[in-house]
């Protein structure tokens, strides 16, 4: 299994991955407002898209997000975020997620970002411990509530000058 970009012609791919992937766990209905938002995410060219791919295909994914193209959660330079990690439901189990995890710290580490931050659901507890043991902390400060009733909960990691 090797960890790359995203070519431009895998990103509907990518997108479809990650919709499988949180439908599968519950955390995202076919009728949900996020679930186009999820699909298109880096297909504008905001970001980098990184592909787990083993065999030729694809298995897992990632996105890295510096400021200012981050979301609610970046707030200057020096700062990036996570997004959409996700892990194809059959391949699950192998230590994909955390490649991933480590390849984007690597990555945002060559970028001279100096805190990696990511947003994630309270009920995402398998990803919770995936961030934990990269290093990742929770950040309170930084959580953010899209809208009434729902919180999603931050994490963040200092990474070395």
Known sequence: MIVRDARPDELADVGDLRVAAYQEDGFLTAASGYTPILHALGADGAGEVLAAVDGGQIVGTIMLLAWPDGGQLTRGPGEAEIRALAVAPHA????????LVAAVIERAARRAIRQLLLLTLPEMHAAHRLYAEAGFV??????????????????GLALAP
């Open 92 to 99: 699950r189990g192998r230590g994909i997620g955390a490649a």
């Open 138 to 155: 929770r950040r309170p400060d930084r959580d953010w509530s899209p809208r009434p009733g729902e919180t999603l909960l931050a994490y």
